[in-house]
């Protein structure tokens, strides 16, 4: 059975901290590992993870993959209130887009 | 603007009736995915499709139903066969054979 454990899974912080957000996993026939941002609704796509080692960036978010480990972090820097929402980890597998998601982190970013 | 709507937004149900969540896309996208979403459990796939006509199971597929008649619609009907229904869902999209999901805004199902 695939899995995909997210890390913490809550936290608070002030607004300007760093924050670190984890994801491992155990699949099989590894494909990708998406970020996705919930804000009460529609999940917002942030970066999709295919090589070990390639850092993907935006702004103040960033992401890298370690298909060796079998984990993935977000890392989000001078993190503002705009940032709070619940953070969705995902892997796909096969052929077929099938993706399995994590239970989410949900960060909370105080003024 | 391109996107996928989920009607209606807000839904309340008596045990013992089916209800239909209705997923419109126009994104040209193949695939389509229904998703329940419960506190602390993240998303489960419920059914898929990435063609017309032919859809899979998902995960926790037991006491719902789906069909896939024309390219940009994925009704998914709740029977009362399943026995948690409430919850909130969403419908995505895709290319297929694509990893990238666009999600709909969703429908949270209360069942009384």
């Known amino acids: 059975e695939d899995k995909v454990v997210q890390s913490p899974l809550s936290l608070v912080v002030h607004e300007g901290d760093t924050v670190t957000l984890n994801c491992s996993y155990e699949?099989?026939?590894?494909?990708?590992l998406l970020w996705y941002k919930q804000e009460k609704k529609a999940p917002t796509f942030l970066f999709m993870l295919t090589s070990s080692g390639i850092e993907k960036k935006s702004g103040r978010l960033s992401s890298i993959l370690d298909k060796k480990e079998l984990f993935s972090i977000l890392n989000i820097t001078a993190t503002q209130t705009g940032d709070s929402a619940v953070y969705l980890c995902a892997v796909g597998t096969g052929a077929n887009s099938k993706l399995t998601f994590g239970k989410g982190i949900t960060l909370s970013v105080r003024p | 603007d391109g996107g996928i709507t989920q009607s209606p937004k807000y839904l309340f149900r008596k045990e013992g009736q089916n209800v239909t969540l209705s997923c419109e896309q126009n994104l040209n996208h193949d695939a389509m995915y229904w998703y329940r979403q419960d506190p602390g459990q993240g998303l489960r796939l419920i059914y898929y499709?990435?063609?017309?006509?032919?859809?899979q199971k998902g995960d926790i597929a037991e006491g719902y139903s789906v069909s896939r008649e024309k390219k940009e619609s994925f009704p998914l009907t709740v029977t009362s066969a399943q026995k948690n229904p409430t919850a909130f869902y969403l419908c995505a999209s895709s290319m297929v054979g694509a990893n990238v999901l666009t999600f709909g805004a969703g429908s949270r199902l209360t069942v009384l």
């Open positions: 699949v099989t026939n590894f494909r990708s």
């Open positions: 499709s990435q063609i017309v006509n032919d859809f």
